[in-house]
């Protein structure tokens, strides 16, 4: 393992930046794939070509990576709550349509 990280550990995080377009996140995929071929090689062995595996396991990272951020962003306005019409203390009716609702929280506001 250690010779493989010596030899490859450029070319990986190279052809991984190139997917993720960005070192931090492409430094960590190819940390995330080393760890990952720690766990496959002690069990299958280490493949024919390690550069490869190292390669393709840390670019189908980053492009996990890179999906669940988009999909974060894409979900992360349906997080965010409208607020609340403000209760009106002048009386406007059109703030609380409810003639009997207006009239709960009339009487439970402090």
Not at 7 to 36: H, K, M, N, P, S
Not at 76 to 98: C, R, T, V, Y
Request: aromatic share 6%; glycine share 2%; hydrophobic share 45%.
């Amino acid at each position: 393992m250690a010779d493989a990280h010596r030899r490859e550990w450029g070319f990986v995080l190279a052809a991984t930046t190139r997917v993720a377009r960005d070192i931090d996140i492409a430094e960590e995929c190819v940390q995330d794939a080393y760890v990952a071929a720690l766990d496959a090689w002690t069990r299958q062995g280490v493949p024919r070509n390690p550069a490869a595996w190292l390669t393709t396991a840390a670019r189908r990272k980053a492009l996990d990576a890179l999906r669940r951020d988009r999909t974060l962003r894409a979900k992360l306005p349906l997080l965010i709550e409208p607020e609340p019409a403000p209760l009106s203390a002048d009386g406007d009716d059109q703030a609380i349509p409810d003639d009997r609702l207006r009239l709960i929280f009339t009487c439970c506001h402090p």
